[in-house]
């Protein structure tokens, strides 16, 4: 009943047999007949055609759970072959969102592709619930993110740490007699943020303040929506952008303000003599960034050497 699965999670995956048949290059007709032998072999249906997307039925759920699993059994079996073989091949896919896509992980690809050049590396951007989706899914090895995943899915091991700071357009009236809070990107660079003897601005200040924020869904967003919380703010939220670069390029032209991560602001190309950047005093503004992968998945040798490339103490 698990010999063409692959047809029953694609069925699920694009929520119509039309669909799934296109991506399959197979006809629908026979997609159907071979959907309807296995939901025979096993007596039960396992969609809803009813619904409008077609849904699955409590049986489906379950047998999609289980191909899942036969599938990350599978993978972890193929990894070890190419392991024990000592071929070194196979693929590594990691998932990441645009911001560590382009500043960070750059240098570690080129190393990683210069030193294993026969093992194919596949990088993949998206929002953090995306990603942590990808990874359960298995289309993802692993995933570079600062939101920590359920610690009983997923394990995880320290890459390094960011904080987020405030960035105000220095046109706007707010910034007026904040001169004793305010640093520059060089600040930013010397790090002089994060230091015990810079003061924090008081946030209430900016409430009134046009906001740019990231979309529902990243790690990012959370923060900054606690954040709002406990300093008693309702922000104005003028726009909602997927990506932290993106933000940060809008808010350089003098748009709105947001916080944003010293990682970019180090990296940025983006002209910042505009802009004005305040340290808060908040517990949510530093946040470890990790490696995370599959509980219980094989470790394979390409994902022990990126990690051990990359973050050399681990747990790996």
Excluded: W
């Excluded at 560590?100 to 190393?111: C, E």
């Excluded at 619930?129 to 899915?153: P, R, Y």
């Excluded at 394990?155 to 390094?160: L, M, V």
């Amino acid at each position: 009943m698990f010999k063409k699965k692959e047809l029953v999670c694609a069925v699920n995956n694009e929520k119509s047999f039309s669909k799934a048949a296109e991506k399959l290059l197979i006809s629908q007709p026979s997609l159907s007949a071979s959907i309807k032998k296995i939901e025979e072999e096993i007596g039960v249906p396992l969609f809803d055609r009813s619904t409008n997307p077609i849904q699955l039925t409590e049986c489906g759920r379950e047998y999609i759970k289980c191909a899942e699993q036969i599938y990350d059994t599978e993978n972890s079996f193929l990894n070890y072959i190419n392991d024990l073989t000592l071929l070194r091949t196979g693929t590594l896919t990691i998932g990441t969102n645009h911001l560590y896509s382009a500043y960070i992980l750059p240098p570690l690809v080129s190393t990683f592709i210069n030193t294993h050049p026969n093992i194919r590396l596949n990088l993949i951007e998206g929002s953090t619930d995306e990603l942590e989706s990808k990874l359960f899914n298995g289309d993802i090895d692993l995933v570079i993110d600062t939101k920590e995943f359920s610690s009983g899915l997923f394990d995880k091991c320290y890459f390094g740490v960011e904080h987020l700071v405030l960035a105000v357009p220095r046109k706007f009236k707010c910034n007026l007699n904040m001169m004793q809070y305010q640093l520059s990107t060089e600040d930013i660079i010397k790090n002089k943020h994060i230091k015990p003897e810079t003061m924090s601005v008081p946030f209430h200040i900016f409430k009134d303040e046009p906001f740019i924020l990231m979309k529902n869904g990243s790690d990012t967003r959370e923060r900054t929506d606690r954040i709002f919380k406990k300093h008693g703010i309702k922000p104005n939220i003028v726009l909602e952008l997927e990506q932290l670069s993106t933000v940060f390029h809008i808010i350089s032209i003098g748009t709105g303000i947001s916080l944003v991560s010293d990682t970019l602001i180090r990296h940025t190309h983006l002209d910042t003599e505009n802009l004005c950047f305040y340290k808060l005093n908040d517990t949510d503004l530093l946040r470890n960034i990790f490696f995370q992968y599959k509980k219980n998945k094989y470790i394979s040798y390409a994902m022990k050497e990126f990690i051990h490339l990359s973050a050399p103490v681990s747990r790996l």
